[in-house]
Nanobody, 120 residues
Framework: QVQIVESGGGLVQPGGSLRLSCVVS????????MSWYRQAPGKERELVAG????????NYADSVKGRSTISRDNAENTVILQMNILKPEDTAMYYC?????????????WGQGTQVTVSS
C-alpha cells in the first residue's frame, strides 16, 4: 500500500523559512516524478515545484522561483521543499505527489497535506 506522509508545515512570520518533508513508501520511489502542490482556501490546487525521478531536473512555479528549492533522496524515499522568504500568499495546504506513467495507465498518489500559514 502506498503511503505518502508530509510534515514540516506550521505558522511562520513573513520573511521566515520552512522545510517541508515528504516520506514515501509502498512504491519504487526512484521511478516517480515527485512534486509539491498547494491549495489555498477558495483556490484551485497549483503546482509549486517538481523534481524528476533521478533528481536531475526541477521546475518551479513563478511565484516561488528563487525562494524555494526542491530536492530528493532516493535512498531515503524522501523529497524536501525548502521555502524561504515566505509571504502571506504562500499560506495554503501543501501536498506531496508521486507520479509516473505506465504502459496503459498513470500512477498518481497524494499525501494528506501539511498546512503552511504565513502571518505576523
Amino acid at each position: 500500500q502506498v503511503q505518502i506522509v508530509e510534515s514540516g508545515g506550521g505558522l511562520v512570520q513573513p520573511g521566515g523559512s520552512l522545510r517541508l518533508s515528504c516520506v514515501v513508501s509502498g512504491l519504487t520511489f526512484s521511478s516517480y516524478t515527485m512534486s509539491w502542490y498547494r491549495q489555498a482556501p477558495g483556490k484551485e490546487r497549483e503546482l509549486v515545484a517538481g523534481i524528476g525521478s533521478a533528481g536531475g531536473s526541477t521546475n518551479y512555479a513563478d511565484s516561488v522561483k528563487g525562494r524555494s528549492t526542491i530536492s530528493r533522496d532516493n535512498a531515503e524515499n524522501t523529497v524536501i521543499l525548502q521555502m524561504n522568504i515566505l509571504k502571506p500568499e504562500d499560506t495554503a495546504m501543501y501536498y506531496c505527489n508521486a507520479f509516473r506513467t505506465g504502459r496503459a495507465r498513470k500512477y498518481d498518489y497524494w499525501g494528506q497535506g501539511t498546512q503552511v500559514t504565513v502571518s505576523s
